[in-house]
Nanobody, 129 residues
Framework: QVRLVESGGGSVQSGGSLRLSCVAS????????MAWFRQAPGKEREGVAA????????TYADSVKGRFIIPQDNAKTTVSLQMNSLDPEDTAMYYC??????????????????????WGQGTQVTVSS
């Protein structure tokens, strides 16, 4: 059984930084995409960033490019999200997600929630002005 547990959310002032972490258990070896999504009240869930394994190929939503970084550890079971220059518009519940199975690199980097198989419970990020 795959389980994802996020941590690292909290409250920060505009311009500050936070680092989210997601630990995955129960994943088997193979190609996968690990991603971060977010959902603000009254809005649809949107993709933030993803990393494809093997190769650690990454993709980012335009709204976070240059501010957020998604590294991936060598064990391929943990994914973080370093968030810098945070803005009140970044306030949302952040979710870790994993997509497994056969996929091309291009397919793996599509930030569409329906393509992801497993989800964490979410961690709240609040940015005040």
């Amino acid at each position: 059984q795959v389980r994802l547990v996020e941590s690292g959310g909290g409250s920060v002032q505009s311009g500050g930084s936070l680092r989210l972490s997601c630990v995955a258990s129960g994943l088997t070896y193979g190609t996968k995409s690990m991603a971060w999504f977010r959902q603000a009240p009254g809005k649809e869930r949107e993709g933030v960033a993803a990393v494809y394994s093997p190769g650690a190929i990454t993709t980012y939503a335009d709204s976070v490019k240059g501010r957020f970084i998604i590294p991936q550890d060598n064990a391929k079971t943990t994914v973080s999200l370093q968030m810098n220059s945070l803005d009140p518009e970044d306030t949302a519940m952040y979710y870790c997600a994993v997509r497994v199975g056969r996929m091309t690199v291009l397919q793996a980097l599509v930030l569409t929630p329906n393509y992801y198989n497993y989800w964490g419970q979410g961690t709240q990020v609040t940015v005040s002005s």
